[in-house]
């Protein structure tokens, strides 16, 4: 007897080499393996950074060597409406959003998924480095076996549902076996950069992109003493830990240290900066999230290990509070239906409100929620108005 036909999967094709070996992987493994391309930006889809048109191009030639159908979606009412309207809502209340984490909840695992089951597919694939388990209890998140490509921080708010529709061919392969796999089968795209900008809408000068969306309002620039430096353009241009772009070239006091946003004033529209990269105001013993989504649909216990659902310990719990940021060890605590918090060991840098906070137990990853606010380890020879303010 001839073995039964896999089931239909729809994978995003992007154009990119990650995406295209998930299809060829899927097609060498008996799925019946449908494209499907995704344009989401068309403000200035004719520029220099957003290169979906040449992006199309690969997809269908990918398509075509690896022989699959492919076809087209236009989300960008979508990706407007659900991502990028909050987008600019958090960086105007002066925060630093995560627009990734936004597109793959409500695009890619959302208004994707649900185009790719009325094309009658019974599960959907991407070319992310993260993985899928199927438990007793249900389904786990688990990193890419790629570290330095691991993408489970960006997916971290995918639930029950969707986690059982969906397929991540690459998540156990390095980058290198991936474009050495797309060099063998002959993919023009083996070699192609990886794409490191806003999620669908590119690599832009990001100042400069802001500003056709969002007013500057110029405000008074100061150090943790509250001497005056100068002036900035706007809050919303500046996040925490920036270094670049700040416009204070040299040293003030001859001591050489660069200078870093530090703290947003947004009552008084003030930008503090503080000169050295382990300054005080820069580091975070503790933070609040809300906004929470756990992967297991119910939050993990309080503390620093983590309990399945049938109370076996899985490890220790560890956080992310941004993507290249090492993993630190945490306690969970103060966790209710507002948000919940996270005690670290090690003093965090940089900790961003509008960026997420993603918990893990060893390999699995929990879930998390977005910042809202950290407690800094504030300097004693700060004057004590500028520590109220």
């Known amino acids: 007897m001839l073995p039964s036909p896999k ?145 489970s921080y960006f997916l971290h708010r995918l639930n029950q549902s969707q986690l059982s529709k969906t397929l991540f061919p690459v998540g156990a392969l390095h980058k290198t076996e991936v474009r050495r796999i797309a060099a063998e089968i002959g993919l023009h795209n083996a070699r192609k950069k990886d794409s490191t900008g806003i999620c669908f809408i590119g690599e832009r000068p990001f100042r400069e992109f802001l500003n056709r969306y969002l007013p500057t309002r110029p405000g008074p620039m100061k150090t943790p003493d509250g001497r005056l430096l100068g002036e900035h353009v706007g809050l919303a241009f500046y996040t925490l830990g920036q270094r670049k772009g700040i416009g204070l070239g040299g040293s003030k006091d001859g001591s050489g240290e660069p200078w870093f946003v530090a703290r947003k004033d947004m009552a008084s529209n003030t930008l503090y900066v503080a000169q050295g990269h382990d300054h005080p105001w820069l580091l975070s013993h503790s933070l609040r999230a809300s906004d929470m989504s756990w992967v297991a649909g119910v939050a993990p216990s309080a503390g620093t290990v983590h309990e399945d659902m ?33 005690a670290f060991d090690t003093p965090q840098w940089a900790a961003t409100p509008g960026q997420s906070a993603v918990v893990y137990a060893g390999e699995v990853c929990l879930g998390g929620g977005v910042i809202t606010k950290t407690d800094r380890l504030v300097a004693e020879a700060m004057t004590p108005a500028i520590a109220r303010a």
């Open 7 to 151: 089931p239909r999967v729809v994978v995003g094709l992007s154009g990119g080499v990650d995406s295209s070996v998930s299809a060829w992987l899927l097609k060498q493994q008996g799925y019946d393996v449908v494209g499907l391309f995704m344009k989401n930006w068309e403000d200035d889809d004719d520029s220099e950074y957003c290169a979906s048109r040449q992006d199309w191009l690969d997809a269908v030639s990918v398509a075509d060597r690896i022989g699959i159908d492919i076809e087209a979606v236009n989300f960008a009412a979508e990706y407007k409406d659900r991502v990028f309207a909050e987008f600019l809502r958090e960086y105007a209340a002066g925060r630093t959003p995560n627009p990734d984490v936004l597109c793959n909840a409500e695009i890619k695992f959302k208004a994707f998924l649900d185009h790719a089951m009325r094309l009658g597919a019974e599960k959907i694939a991407t070319g992310h480095y993260a993985r899928v388990r199927e438990t007793a209890p249900g389904f786990e998140l688990l990193r890419g076996l790629d570290a330095s490509k691991d993408q």
């Open 310 to 342: 049938q109370g076996r310990s899985r490890g220790a719990l560890s956080a992310k509070t941004r993507y290249r940021q090492a993993d630190s060890a945490c306690r969970i605590g103060e966790l209710d239906d507002g948000g919940f918090s996270l």
